[in-house]
């Protein structure tokens, strides 16, 4: 484990290994460095890559007050350390807070690559309600952790009945001790999951060549995953350098057996 300091002091923890070109993993909401290690193990023969802790999440520092600019910065911290400038790839809500990065940092992310940004464009999924991030800060507030946990599982269309075994799972403590970065990544997502395309619009001037990718099933329910690839065409769509593709039989976490063909054919083409 390395770290860097971020612009406000915050320090940050990251993992290196392989050699290279730089590659820099964004991990999703519940993510930490530790969960990117199979990714980035697979990932080693071709590139070094710098899997880290956002803020708030593993060996990483948290500074208060949150704002999505401290994340860019602390993805500004981690390239370079990276050297400046290197790939990115980002999953989930990473995938956004990389496009954030990709706006902001134009020069640094020199190919950036995105794995099912779950933007809500349409109808073919309810909105997100608007009060998503305040209400699970509130909960963070007062300390409810597994209700902060169960509240977003809820949103994301698990069912009851999966939750409530999730909570007796030993994985359920770790899930908790992430919840207080939950509405982080809710404001990450800001106004993208209302059922309206024009937020994203606000990417269209990030021109780094960028794969948009998504599976085809979404929580083993292929029916649910339509709101998803439709938010991924939309992005793929407004982007002017994008690349689309679907990785075939794959759901919101995706094999490294199927993700880093695709990485490295992107990256390294």
Known sequence: MRTVISKDSTSIAFDQSGRGPALV??????????????????LVPDFTVFAYDRRGRGDSGDTAPYAVER??????????????????????SGAVLALDAARALPTKITKLALYEPPFIVDAS???????????????????????AVEYWQTQLGIPAEAIAQMRQAPMWAALESLAPTLPYD?????????????????????????????GT???????????????????????????????????????????VPALKAFFLG
């Open 25 to 42: 993993l964004v991990a999703s909401a519940f993510g930490t460095r530790a969960d990117q290690a199979s990714l980035a193990t697979a």
């Open 71 to 92: 994340e860019i910065e602390d993805l500004e911290a981690v390239l370079g350390a990276a050297g400046g400038s290197a790939f990115v790839f980002g999953h989930s």
């Open 125 to 147: 999924r309810p909105p997100m309600p608007e009060d998503f991030a305040s209400h699970l800060s509130e909960l963070v507030t007062v300390g409810r952790y597994g209700d």
């Open 186 to 214: 809710a404001t990450i997502m800001g106004n993208t999951q209302r059922g309206d395309p024009a937020p994203l619009r606000q990417w269209a001037s990030v021109t780094v060549p960028t794969l948009v990718m998504d």
């Open 217 to 259: 099933t979404m929580v083993g329910r292929e029916d649910f995953h339509t709101f998803m690839r439709h938010g991924v065409d939309e992005i793929a769509s407004i982007l002017p350098n994008a690349r689309r593709q679907t990785l075939e039989g794959q759901d919101h976490s995706p094999s490294d057996e199927a993700l």
